[in-house]
T-cell receptor, first 113, second 114 residues
Framework: EADIYQTPRYLVIGTGKKITLECSQTMGHDKMYWYQQDPGMELHLIHYSYGVNSTEKGDLSSESTVSRIRTEHFPLTLESARPSHTSQYLC????????????FGPGTRLTVL | GENVEQHPSTLSVQEGDSAVIKCTYSDSASNYFPWYKQELGKRPQLIIDIRSNVGEKKDQRIAVTLNKTAKHFSLHITETQPEDSAVYFCAASLGGSGTYKYIFGTGTRLKVLA
């Protein structure tokens, strides 16, 4: 079944650690996005990609980085995690063209101690 | 920058009553308006959307209306049920820039009282 997958679903980690949040989609979509969301609060776009080797920063400043080497894969990396990074991270994807409805993955809830 | 205002932030209704959530957008080039429902601990799920060339769209108990002149769009839920309790987000496409990004509203927490 076509879907968006995120791993891990939950992560508790200490300050200063490097982490990578994985996102993969089998939707056949070209565009992918990362959002940061505190529980029940608004979604903030932190990165997006139109396709392979294309990445852009979103509206919310983030210390994370992303890469897009394969169409279906869009990992997000924090080089040195801090307590301020504690949040939920949602990955989304959409097809190219109009309308480009975004579909979301289940999210990764990150806690940095 | 462009923004989407969403009201109210919280809404409590009795089961069976109607609920209305309103959004106002600023980007006149926006041409696509999805609505998402997010239950506690779950991912946002698309529940209905509307394109700029349509004034109203209905899907069972859910309807969305769009007034492009006023830059308003609204979500209407009739005959509410306890399972409608969730946070609802509106969004508007950021048109004109070719990026097809969304601007999301700040969310409405709907509580349906049994």
């Amino acid at each position: 079944e076509a879907d968006i997958y995120q791993t891990p679903r939950y992560l508790v980690i200490g300050t200063g650690k490097k982490i990578t949040l994985e996102c993969s989609q089998t939707m056949g979509h070209d565009k992918m996005y990362w959002y940061q969301q505190d529980p029940g609060m608004e979604l903030h776009l932190i990165h997006y990609s139109y396709g392979v080797n294309s990445t852009e920063k979103g509206d919310l400043s983030s210390e994370s980085t992303v890469s897009r080497i394969r169409t279906e894969h869009f990992p997000l990396t924090l080089e040195s995690a801090r307590p301020s990074h504690t949040s939920q991270y949602l990955c989304a994807s959409s097809r190219d063209g109009y309308p480009d409805t975004q579909y979301f993955g289940p999210g990764t809830r990150l806690t940095v101690l | 920058g462009e923004n989407v205002e969403q009201h109210p932030s919280t809404l409590s209704v009795q089961e069976g009553d109607s609920a209305v959530i309103k959004c106002t957008y600023s980007d006149s080039a926006s041409n696509y308006f999805p609505w998402y429902k997010q239950e506690l601990g779950k991912r946002p799920q698309l529940i209905i959307d509307i394109r700029s060339n349509v004034g109203e769209k209905k899907d069972q108990r859910i309807a969305v209306t769009l007034n492009k002149t006023a830059k308003h769009f609204s979500l209407h839920i009739t005959e509410t049920q306890p399972e409608d309790s969730a946070v609802y987000f509106c969004a508007a496409s950021l048109g004109g820039s070719g990026t097809y990004k969304y601007i999301f509203g700040t969310g409405t927490r709907l509580k349906v009282l049994a």
